[in-house]
């Protein structure tokens, strides 16, 4: 009896010790397409679920507490026999330090994805061989996510993941698939070429700053967390100084622009004239939004 709680001990320890990296809900709407048949779309979406959450992405060791949460929303806005055509929104999220809270890392709209499927095929991520525009546009998000994710806890914590992301774009170029052309505004091509590019340097170190050293302080120390990230804002400023409307800089407040809000709003003060200030001047889509902060 003794060995077989230790076994069950044991077994227990190493799956916990491998659980994959993820925990992404994947959710795929057709209610745009003439379709009576619906079964093709819930066996697409119970088969992305499957290969986003059960493979290995990296060989790092994730505990079950540590996946990473996200969410992908799929939308079919044209389908004939094995072609989809459609949208995709990717949303990602981590834990802050000490608190029950969930800050939004990522939350980004891909308008350009057009696939082939045919119901039951299985789907194979080999990062070799860019075989699938389907596997290889949810595989370049899933580094995407775990990049983002990791910039969030280290400083230039995403690089090797940017580098898979990068490599199955470089794999698209000979393909013709939308979303991936070095030509095209605001691709895929551009989000991790903009990652990885020294010309957008204060942006990762912005990404760190703004978690690890601002939100995951503030539980104990909520001014000076403030602080932190109020100056977190300035490395924006020298982003636009350098590349007016730079693509990254609209990422950051896609997913951040509410949560900003709210910190102000509340608790110790800053300087929110001067914030408000600079808010306008690198997130002017927002300004609405940087009005709200009233405290």
């Known amino acids: 009896m003794r060995k077989l709680l230790f076994v069950c001990l044991l077994i227990n320890v190493f799956v916990q010790g491998r659980a994959q990296e993820l925990n992404c809900t994947v959710t795929i709407n057709s209610e745009q397409v003439s379709q009576t048949n619906q079964q093709v779309f819930k066996t697409l979406e119970r088969s992305l679920n499957d290969f986003v ?7 790092r060791v994730y505990k079950e507490n540590e996946r990473v949460n996200a969410q992908m929303f799929i939308t079919i806005t044209e389908y004939e026999s ?6 995709i929104q990717i949303q990602s999220s981590r834990p802050v330090y000490n608190t029950s809270y969930e800050s939004s890392v990522f939350n980004y709209k891909d308008n350009q994805f057009d696939f082939q499927y045919i119901e039951f095929q299985p789907l194979v991520f080999n990062e070799n061989v860019f075989e699938s ?7 370049y998000y899933v580094y995407i996510i775990l990049g983002l994710d990791a910039d969030t806890f280290s400083l230039e914590g995403g690089t090797d993941f940017y580098r898979k992301a990068q490599n199955i774009v470089t794999q698209a ?5 939308t979303g991936w052309s070095q030509s095209s505004d605001r691709s895929r091509f551009e989000l991790v070429d903009n990652l990885l590019s020294n010309t957008y340097k204060e942006y990762r170190i912005a ?11 503030m539980a104990d120390n909520n001014s000076t967390g403030k ?7 300035k490395l924006f400023e020298t982003m636009i100084n350098r590349r007016p409307n730079a693509f990254l800089i609209q990422t950051f407040f896609d997913a ?8 102000f709003s ?14 306008n001047k690198i997130a002017p889509l927002y300004s609405s939004t940087w009005n709200d902060i009233t405290y």
């Open 207 to 217: 990404m760190y700053n703004y978690h690890r050293k601002g939100l995951d302080i």
């Open 173 to 177: 170029q000979g393909g013709s698939y």
């Open 227 to 233: 602080q932190i990230i109020a100056g977190t804002m």
């Open 82 to 87: 094995d072609r989809f055509k459609g949208n």
């Open 266 to 279: 509340d608790g110790p003060k800053v300087d929110i004239v001067k914030l408000k200030n600079t808010l």
């Open 256 to 263: 951040k622009s509410e949560e900003i809000r709210n910190i």
């Open 133 to 139: 525009n389907l596997v290889g546009v949810i595989s």
């Open 53 to 59: 959450n059960k493979n290995k992405w990296t060989n």
